[in-house]
Nanobody, 124 residues
């Protein structure tokens, strides 16, 4: 059984940083692309960032480029999302998900397993 556990959310002020973690169990982690998505209040779930199975290719939504960094440690079955210079528009529930896509993709339909999500709230 595949299980993704997301952690690291919280309440922070604008300009602060947070690091989210996504831990997977149940299969060989390093064989899948991993994506981070978020869902803000009253909004749909949107792609934030993705990383290939080797970590050699990454992708970011325009809204987070230069502020967020995705990375992975396959030896630990972990993927991280370092979020800097947070602003209130970053508020939402953040999810990680896995895909068999060769490159990070923004479409939610390409992701099969999802973590439970962690709340990130950025106050102004």
């Amino acid at each position: 059984q595949v299980l993704l556990v997301v952690s690291g959310g919280g309440l922070v002020q604008a300009g602060d940083s947070l690091r989210l973690s996504c831990a997977e169990s149940g299969r060989t982690f390093g064989t899948y692309t991993v994506g981070w998505f978020r869902q803000g209040p009253g909004k749909g779930r949107e792609f934030v960032s993705g990383i290939t199975k080797s970590g050699s290719n990454t992708a970011y939504a325009n809204s987070v480029k230069g502020r967020f960094t995705i990375s992975r440690d396959n030896a630990k079955n972990m993927v991280y999302l370092q979020m800097n210079s947070l602003n209130p528009e970053d508020t939402g529930v953040y999810y990680c998900a896995t895909s068999d896509a060769r490159l990070p993709v923004a479409s939610r339909d390409r992701y099969d397993y999802w973590g439970q999500g962690t709340q990130v709230t950025v106050s102004s």
